[in-house]
Each structure stands twice: as C-alpha cells, then as structure tokens.
C-alpha cells in the first residue's frame, strides 16, 4: 500500500514537472553585451621598503589641499611627535591645488624623506 | 584619510598600479573641534603602516588585469538581464533597454564607422577605452535610436577632451549638460522648445540618460560608490537638449564655439546649479536681474544663461547682440574683493587658479590677490565665460542661470 501511494505522488510530481517545464523554456533567452570600457592592464609598483622604527628619520607630512587638512596635519604632526620625539617631520602642502600634480614635491619626497604621510581629508 | 574618501582611494591606488597602498581612515569629518582627538586616535596605525615589515603581496611587480572583461556579460531572460545588470551597478537604477546583439546591431547601423574603431584611448575618471561598439552599448541601455548615435560618439569625445574627470566623482554633486546644434538635433528627434530641460521628449531623455552611462560604464563612476556626491544632483539623470535655433535672434551656440552654422555639434558643459528664473522685465532690467544672480554661483569659472527665445527677441530688439549681452554681464557682475574672497572654494581653488591655473585656463588677473577690500572685482574671468543659449517654448519671458561652465564641444558630424 506505502509503495502504490509512492508511486502515485512520484507520478504526480512528475507530470507537474513536465507540464511546467515546457512554460520556463518558452521565455526567450537572450546575450546581453557587457557595457563596460576595457579596463587596461596596470604595471604594478611594488611598496617601498617599511623602516624598523621612526627615530631620526624624515617623515614629510603632505596637505595635498583638501580643506580639512590644513586643520589635521598639525594636529597629526603634533600628535606623531608625542609619541616618537625623536622623529623629524618636514610638513609641506601642495602649492597649487588638489586637482594639480606637483612633481618636484614628490622628487623632494624621494630625495630627502624617509617615509611620507599623505593627508586627505574634506 | 577622511572615511569619505576611503572608495575612491582604493579605486585611485589600483589606477596608479598600488592596490595595496597602505591607508588609515579617519572617520569624517574633520573639524577644528575634533582634529586633535582624530589625529591621536589614528597615529598608532600610521606608525604600524609605516613600520610594519611589508608582505608578499606589496612586495609584487607586475601588470594585472583589473578585471576579466567578456564580450557577452550574460546569458538569460529579459528579468535576469536586468537583475545582472542593476547588482553590477552597470545602470542609474532605471531599468534598460537590454543590449542585446540585435539591438545593438540596430545602433550601430546609425554610424558609418567600424565597432571595433576607437573612440577613446583613456576615458576618464578611469583611464577605460571605448570603442564604437561600447557606445552603441550603452546608448541601447539609455533607450536611444540609431539616428543619435553620432551624437552619443560625440558625446564621449567631448567628455574626454574637457576638463571633466575630477568632477564626475567630486563630494559636491557636480554634473553634466549636453547642448546640440546644427540638423543633427533635428535628424535625432530632440526637444529646443517646451520643457526642452525636462521630460517628455525620447531623444533629449535618452541621450542625455546615456551621458550618465558613459560616466558609468565607460568610466568607472559608480554612485554611491566612487561617485561620493554628498547630496547628489537630479540633472544627474538626464541633461541634454538642443538649442532652439530657428527662434533665436542670434547665431546658435556652436558658431560662437568656431563651427559653421550647418555643422552639427554637441557641447558638453560641467557644474550642476540652476539659479533663478524670475520673469516680466525685460531689456537691461533683465540684465541687471541676471548679473544679481551670476554673482552668486560658485566657483565662477564660468555660467550659462539659458534664455527663452521671447526674452532673447526683446533683448535682441533693444539693441543686443549676443557679444554685447556677454559684455555687458561680464562688465555689471561685481563685488567687492572681500566678498569674492569668501566665496566658496576660494582658498582652495580660485587662488590656486590665479596662482597657477587649474585645468589649463587663464583666469583672474593676479591684482585680484592683492586689491583692497572694498575694490569692486569683475566676478568672472572674461565675458567669454558667460554662455548664452536659446531654448525654450516662448510660453513665459523667462530665463534661467546655470552653473555650468568649460564647454567642450566637438564635431558630430565626423561621426555619421
């Protein structure tokens, strides 16, 4: 009897299927093209070297123009000497503005500096 | 770093070949109030990313693939299409047109030139190519037909030649504003009369709806995402419209931009505020209503006057040519230098603009830096920087003042 009612619901179950199928396979399917541009590849640069500690070393702590960084960077200069008083911050902001490049402030940052903090904040 | 940028940087450092620059965030925002409090809670982290031994994966060199990038992006019913696309961020949240090979066949039908032609090496904010068929991509997306496809190529190029790519993701909501001239407009369908700013016309929506996909799709802007407008910006949307040529007292936009009157061009401007739009007065008192308005756009690098063609006609007939109105708004939009000087973004960008030039523009004269509080300073640089057009349904004597400067405009017809 538990067998008949077994196959009875696997019968039903399979002819529900069939008739629901034939329904799903008659949405249309179609390949949407990707919109995005090509991406192309980027040359990574590897992270300079970390330094073992910053006693006696130059950090240059960089405005580059972004209104709230005038008020950040001294604090953080302040804040950085406090708890490394040996350390040698150079603050330098960027001359022109934010959208602008400035490569000799970074040719500075290569030459004389150690490490760099860039400061961003609005 | 201000947590308001943390997004953007990621996606700045992985452009720049540094996915794995080393950041702190410090949560936004920073005020005089809490900048010391900020700064001592984050400098334990940045002596750690200064001093912490670097690991394998920020010692690597080499060149990657930012992402696989697949011809077919999906496989599916029309639902999953848009499913696909809304979660890959790939829309302005509207649903699309789906772009399917046939659709954009169908698009592609609107230019003489090869799919796989390049429209531009690097747009921007990422530096993305596209090529025609991208664009038909995207201009399906938008809803657009083929006869505005040399529009929508125009379109890219001139988004690529302005100085636009900081301002598509800037916090302050800037946007964009496509103005076609010449028969194009007319062979495209697009609205220079009634509501020519707002809805109802296909062509002035999608087009405009497909500038939006561009930034997108083709540069990487994602809202909400790198796109960190604060407040955002409806004009975002969808902005473009065509000048109202036949009813305009003066010559249309594109001959004053260099391009002849039988040309067909689309001009891209940036910037994002409509000011005011008062009515009933007409000659120079709707002149002087307007220099009370010009003064107060920010960053006056340049604004747009969108008259109606009524108001152009009564000016026009009271003697104005479209140089004397420039002139004469360049010439009665004053301030005094204090009061310039507090206007928004004048430490940070007009000064640096003065010093040095932002974008490669010359703007004010370097007197502005040293001139007496109470000397009255011309606001804008020159009257060139004052845009005039004509668009409008001459239901009102009416105009509008538009943040929106840098016009950058381009050829569509080398795009047929």
């Known amino acids: ?122 | 770093m201000d947590s308001a940028f943390t997004d953007i940087a990621q996606v700045a450092a992985e452009k720049e070949g540094m996915p794995f620059a080393r950041r702190v965030i410090i949560p936004h925002e920073v005020q005089e109030e809490n900048a010391k409090a900020k700064a001592k809670a984050a400098v334990r982290e940045i002596i750690d990313a200064l001093t912490r031994p670097l690991a394998e994966k920020e010692k690597e060199e080499g060149v990657i693939k930012l992402e696989e990038h697949a011809r077919i992006a999906i496989r599916g019913t029309l639902s999953d299409i848009q499913e696909f696309f809304q979660k890959s961020r790939w829309t302005d949240g509207l649903p699309i047109i789906p772009p399917t090979e046939k659709n954009v066949r169908e698009m592609l039908r609107g230019t003489s030139h090869s799919p796989d032609e390049i429209v531009v090496e690097k747009f921007l904010p990422e530096p993305w190519k596209v090529t025609v068929e991208k664009v038909a991509i995207n201009g399906v997306m938008a809803g657009c037909k083929p006869e505005q496809m040399p529009i929508l190529l125009a379109m890219v190029e001139a988004l690529s030649k302005g100085p636009f790519g900081a301002s598509a993701r800037s916090t302050t909501s800037f946007t964009f504003m496509a103005v076609v001239n010449g028969p194009a407009a007319v062979r495209a369908g697009m609205n220079s009369g009634i509501n020519a700013l707002g809805p109802g016309n296909p062509a002035n929506a999608s087009v405009g709806r497909a500038l939006t996909l561009f930034l997108t799709n083709l540069g990487g802007s994602w809202p909400g995402l790198n796109d960190t407008s604060s407040i955002g910006n409806p004009t975002k949307y969808s902005f473009a419209f065509a000048e109202n040529e036949g009813r305009s007292p003066w010559d249309p936009f594109h001959v004053g931009q260099g391009f002849k009157k039988n040309e067909s061009t689309v001009s891209v401007f940036v910037g994002g505020w409509y000011l005011n739009s008062p009515g009933w007065v007409t000659g120079k008192d709707v002149l002087y209503d307007i220099c009370r308005e010009l003064k107060y756009v920010p960053l006056p690098w340049g604004a747009t006057v969108i008259f109606d063609p009524t108001t152009a006609r009564l000016l026009s007939e009271a003697g104005f040519s479209k140089k004397d109105i420039q002139r004469f708004l360049w010439e009665n939009t004053t301030m005094p230098a204090r009061e310039f000087r507090k206007g928004w973004g004048y430490d940070v960008l007009v000064v640096p603009s003065i010093k040095g030039g932002i974008y490669g523009k010359k703007t004010w004269p370097e007197s502005y830096l040293t001139a007496s509080e109470d000397t009255l300073l011309k606001v804008y640089i020159n009257p060139d920087a004052i845009n005039i057009l004509v668009v409008g349904g001459e239901t009102y004597l009416h105009y509008e003042v538009w943040k929106m400067a840098f016009p950058t405009t381009v050829s569509v017809d080398k795009w047929n």
């Open chain 1, 1 to 122: 009897m538990k067998r008949e009612k077994f196959f009875s619901i696997f019968w039903g179950l399979f002819l529900v299927t069939l008739m629901v199928l034939p329904l799903r396979a008659q949405e249309p399917v179609y390949e949407a093209l990707n919109p995005r541009g090509i991406p192309p590849g980027i040359k990574t640069t590897p992270l300079s070297p970390r330094l073992a500690d910053l006693r006696n070393k130059v950090v240059y702590n960089i405005n580059i123009g972004k209104p709230a960084a005038d008020l950040l960077c001294p604090e953080l200069e302040r804040a950085l000497k406090e708890a490394i008083p040996e350390v040698n911050i150079v603050y330098r902001k960027k001359q022109l503005s934010f959208l602008t490049d400035e490569p000799n402030l970074w040719k500075e940052v290569a030459e004389k500096g150690s490490a760099a903090i860039i400061s961003i904040a609005d």
